[in-house]
């Protein structure tokens, strides 16, 4: 399967722990996407990759988030200090095409519960 | 308000009805816009683009209006299959975020 993979499925933690999501766009794609959804919510952007280089961020995303992409390929995205209201699943997305027409293709997400 | 604003329905429909949803978008500066559809516990996928002259896709029709700023999706002859949240998408200009709306359910019956 080539398409964009996710890991863990499902994540489980207390309130107060920190976890940490990986994502594996396709091979070929430069623009990798972290998305946050909610039941009954559409998708709530979180951060955005160029390559390497993190060129957005939403403010959505406070201190307690961090993402990283090292070398363009792979990205994970790090809750510190987990909150109930950070429930929620992670959705990951990468594309290849710039501009107008630019679409996003997704991985099945990380749902997480925090307890 | 929010960016991008959607009936949540739900819209209960029999087959072989024909169906229609809209889309507003706040900013004026909006540059493309797409139709995702979401089944439930599964990850969006690409329905269709939305292009300014209106194009279709097989029974799908979907429509923009810059002056009014809203963007439509049409279903024609339903099937159970097309049940499902149907998601509208914006991109802005001079940024690189995409902007999902909150979803329109569509329930098809038999």
């Known amino acids: 399967d080539t398409g964009v993979s996710q890991d863990p499925r499902h994540k489980i933690t207390k309130r107060g722990q920190n976890v940490t999501f990986r994502c594996d766009p396709i091979?070929?794609?430069?623009?990798l996407y972290w998305y946050r959804q909610t039941l009954g919510q559409g998708p709530e952007f979180l951060t955005y990759?160029?390559?390497?280089?993190?060129?957005?961020k939403s403010r959505l995303l406070s201190d307690r988030f961090s993402a990283e992409r090292p070398k363009g390929s792979f990205s994970t995205l790090e809750i510190q200090r987990t909150e109930q209201g950070d429930s929620a699943m992670y959705l990951c997305?990468?594309?290849?095409?710039?501009?107008?027409?630019?679409?996003?293709?997704f991985g099945s997400g990380t749902q997480l519960s925090v307890l | 308000r929010k960016e991008v604003e959607q009936d949540p329905g739900p819209f209960n429909v029999p087959e072989g009805a024909t169906v229609a949803f809209n889309c507003t978008y706040s900013?004026?500066?909006?540059?493309?816009f797409f139709w995702y559809r979401q089944d439930c516990r599964k990850e969006p996928k690409l329905l269709m683009s939305?292009?300014?002259s209106g194009n279709e896709d097989g029974r799908f029709t979907a429509q923009l209006n810059r002056a009014s700023q809203y963007i439509s999706l049409l279903i024609r002859d339903s099937k159970l299959s097309d049940s499902a949240t149907y998601l509208c998408?914006?991109?802005?200009?001079?940024?690189?975020?995409?902007?999902f709306g909150a979803g329109t359910r569509l329930f098809v019956k038999a």
């Open positions: 939305v292009y300014s």
């Open positions: 998408v914006v991109r802005n200009t001079g940024g690189f975020k995409t902007i």
């Open positions: 990759f160029q390559n390497e280089a993190q060129l957005e």
């Open positions: 997305a990468s594309s290849l095409v710039a501009g107008e027409n630019e679409k996003l293709f």
């Open positions: 900013n004026s500066a909006s540059q493309s």
């Open positions: 091979s070929e794609h430069n623009r």
